[in-house]
């Protein structure tokens, strides 16, 4: 099992940045930990992952280069550079984790954070 804690939302201007954080303990080994977002009414949807142990990044295609995953050499921290915010990026942030391989489905993942909400002001 993997626990998790994210940190670092708040409220920012249109064309701001934000660095989001997510605290990592437990299991980490094969362990694979994405930033998902979920506005009112809508789905829980992918917006970036890494892979703990080989560092592979994943990204969704709606964020055309905004966004930037990363994790320390330790392993427990993973990162969520946002830059160039827009309004249809506020949203409750969570940060999960799976065993195995990057998966873009909040369906496939076993631990969640409580999430940290990201409201961005036009």
């Known amino acids: 099992q993997v626990q998790l804690k994210e940190s670092g939302g708040g409220l920012v201007q249109a064309g701001g940045s934000l660095r989001l954080s997510c605290a990592v303990s437990?299991?980490?080994?094969?362990?694979?930990v994405a930033w998902f977002r979920q506005a009112p009414g809508k789905e829980r949807d992918f917006v970036a992952g890494?892979?703990?142990?080989?560092?592979?990044?994943y990204y969704a295609d709606f964020l055309k280069g905004r966004f930037t995953i990363s994790t320390d050499n330790a392993k427990n921290t993973v990162a969520l550079q946002m830059n160039s915010l827009k309004f249809e990026d506020t949203a409750i942030y969570y940060c999960?984790?799976?065993?195995?391989?990057?998966?873009?489905?909040?369906?496939?993942?076993?631990?969640w954070g409580q999430g940290t909400q990201v409201t961005v002001s036009s």
């Open positions: 999960a984790a799976r065993s195995g391989g990057p998966f873009m489905r909040s369906r496939g993942y076993d631990d």
């Open positions: 437990g299991r980490t080994f094969s362990t694979y």
């Open positions: 890494i892979g703990l142990s080989a560092g592979d990044t």
